[in-house]
């Protein structure tokens, strides 16, 4: 089919009182034909009917990190209680600069060092 | 056996891939995948994407089966959940494209028509996708119902549950634009 002709049948689709059934044919014979690739169904059947072996899985890998979190959650907590418990006991506060390992003396060496004076 | 899934009903097919009969839906997969590769495909471009989304719209069918009443025609529901699908996919590339690009309103445009056995044939193809990717989307949906689809008006603005006057006003103008872009092709 020319060019034109085709042009001519884009634009008359949309006409209001086109024969829109017969110009689409004719368009789809000029060569405008749309299909998928031929193995579309095939993929199309295994994402569907293969989609629950997937999910059993996810779910048994969210169970997994699940069970391996709450161990993990739980001596984290105990190791957290044993270091404030020892803290406390080492400093005898909770204080910031317990936390940080910094004595709470003031040291002229470290203000001489930055400053210089 | 396939012979009696191709003459069964639509609604018999429906109703055996409801109770997992792989092959009913394939075979409505067969009835249907022109009709979406022409929505698909002509808004999106015939690229790799619109495959995806081909796909996509296949599983949200099997997905949905059993809530199809039967109400209106099984083409007409498949066609929905495609021009939804495919709208979604447009909105998504815009704001994707709108991150990276000064523009805000390019779409991907890729051609796969390397292998159409003809060049008068691969011109058409090209010539149409062109002509369908320069409009609009709100104005390329209802020219690709028409002019892919063969749809009258009437069944355009079912379809795309428009007022008859909005889809007659926009194919209106689609075809003022057409005319413009078409003289450079």
Redesign the interface.
């Known amino acids: ?1 020319e ?1 034109a002709e ?2 001519n049948l ?2 008359g ?4 009182k ?1 024969d ?6 004719k ?2 014979e ?8 031929d193995s ?2 095939e ?3 295994a ?3 293969n989609a629950p072996d997937a999910v059993i899985r996810e779910i048994e890998f969210v169970k997994s990190m699940r069970f391996v979190f709450n161990r993990v959650a739980l001596t984290g907590v105990a190791a957290i209680i044993l270091l404030l418990i020892s803290l406390f006991l080492a400093e005898g506060s909770f204080s910031l600069n317990s936390f940080l390992g910094i004595g709470n003396t003031y040291d002229e060496g470290i203000v001489y060092l930055l400053t210089g004076n | 056996m396939i012979e009696s899934y191709r003459q069964a009903e639509d609604s018999e097919l429906i109703s055996a891939s409801i109770a997992g009969d792989k092959l009913a839906f394939g075979e409505i997969m067969e009835r249907y995948r022109r009709m979406v590769a022409r929505t698909v495909k002509g808004m999106l471009g015939d690229s790799v994407y619109a495959e995806d989304i081909g796909q996509e719209v296949f599983i949200k069918l099997y997905n949905s089966l059993s809530d199809f009443r039967g109400e209106a025609k099984l083409s007409t529901y498949i066609q929905k959940i495609a021009i939804n699908l495919t709208l979604n996919e447009i909105k998504r590339r815009k704001r994707f494209f709108s991150m990276f690009s000064q523009k805000g309103n390019s779409e991907m445009h890729e051609f796969e028509i390397a292998d159409i056995e003809t060049e008068d044939k691969r011109d058409a193809k090209e010539l149409v996708n062109k002509a369908l990717m320069s409009l609009e989307p709100k104005f390329r949906i209802v020219v690709a119902m028409r002019m892919l689809q063969g749809y009258s008006t009437k069944e355009t603005a079912e379809i795309l549950e428009l007022p008859m006057g909005t889809v007659l006003s926009r194919l209106s103008r689609a075809q003022e634009q057409l005319k413009e872009i078409l003289k450079n092709l």
Do not use: H, Q
Not at chain 1, 13 to 16: F, G, N, Q, V
Not at chain 1, 30 to 37: C, E, I, L, R, W
């Open positions: 089919m060019p085709l042009k884009i634009i689709s949309l006409d209001e086109a829109t059934g017969a110009i689409s044919k368009i789809e000029a060569g405008a034909s749309f299909d998928f690739s579309f169904s993929k199309v059947a994402r569907i009917f």
